[in-house]
């Protein structure tokens, strides 16, 4: 798993990123990837869809263990 490091995008980008629950430290993981179309991911125990777009500007860093 993984944790929400930053966003990158203009204020509404970021603005509905924090809505659906991707903000600073938020755990995230990977469900659903298969190298095209909409990435699959788990955050604060929604599954959400993102656009490969929308995810190439979700930064995130390895959990603390």
């Known amino acids: 798993a993984a944790q929400v490091h930053s966003l990158t995008g203009e204020h509404d980008f970021c603005s509905r990123m924090a809505n659906l629950g991707f903000t600073a ?24 869809a993102l656009g490969r777009a929308e995810a190439s500007r979700i930064f995130v860093r390895p959990s603390e263990v």
């Open 25 to 48: 430290g938020a755990p995230v993981t990977v469900r659903q990837n298969y190298g095209r179309g909409p990435i699959v991911v788990a955050v604060r125990g929604t599954l959400v």
